[in-house]
């Protein structure tokens, strides 16, 4: 199989602070990587598509001064959510493939409270 | 954009029933994938299934991409099934789009 991890899984942190979630592929080579949001109750919103060696492409209405992504090297992409506020705490999910096609394979997610 | 769509919303059955799942979806697609996400919230992969028919154990899935539409299968249905299901489907562009989810709950 295909393993991703996340990293922390969850965290709380104070408004004004900014907060690092790592993604990793484990046992394969991630070309593409992808950052999700997701509301209770809600489905998975894309937010951005990290490509290896190049910038994010960032979708519709999301601030990439703010979310910022890094994709370092082929087995890990960072987002850091910068000077946080309450309305961003989310469930953020990470999704890693190993071509741009290819089958998506999803980390645990990480749970963001900002209080 | 693609809209994707799945029905029912909603599904409670009693343990060993059998259901199906639909996804439909509004333009051609690169592929599907099916997914069952966890009460922790994990993702888990069912089916990458394009197009054709896969197995797997008591759940198979069907993609008819001419007619724009996948299923999936649930047969005798346990609790650990409860959680909410997932097509996700991917255009030119190498990204996916999730529809809203089918929440299953499975009585024993």
């Known amino acids: 199989g295909a393993v991703v991890s996340q990293h922390p899984s969850w965290v709380i942190c104070k408004s004004g602070t900014s907060v690092k979630i790592e993604c990793r592929s484990l046992d394969f080579q991630a070309t593409t990587m992808f950052w999700y949001r997701q509301f209770p109750k809600q489905s998975l919103m894309l937010m951005a598509t990290s490509n290896e060696g190049s910038k994010a492409t960032y979708e519709q209405g999301v601030e990439k001064d703010k979310f910022l992504i890094n994709h370092a090297s082929l087995t890990l992409s960072t987002l850091t959510v910068t000077s946080a506020h309450p309305e961003d705490s989310s469930f953020y999910i990470c999704s890693a493939r190993r071509t741009r096609l290819a089958e998506q394979y999803f980390g645990p997610g990480t749970r963001l409270t900002v209080t | 954009g693609i809209q994707v769509e799945q029905s029912p919303p909603d599904l409670i059955l009693q343990e060993g029933a059998n259901s199906t799942l639909r996804c439909n979806f509004s333009d051609s697609v690169n592929n599907l994938q099916w997914f069952h996400q966890n009460p922790w919230g994990q993702l888990i992969n069912l089916f990458y299934?394009?197009?054709g028919t896969k197995q797997n154990g008591r759940l198979s899935a069907t993609t008819v991409a001419t007619e724009r539409y996948s299923l999936l299968y649930i047969s005798s249905s346990q609790t650990t099934d409860s959680g909410v299901y997932f097509c996700?489907?991917?255009?030119?562009?190498?990204?996916?789009?999730f529809g809203d989810g089918t929440t299953l709950t499975v009585k024993p």
């Open positions: 299934i394009p197009s």
């Open positions: 996700a489907v991917d255009t030119n562009a190498g990204k996916s789009t």
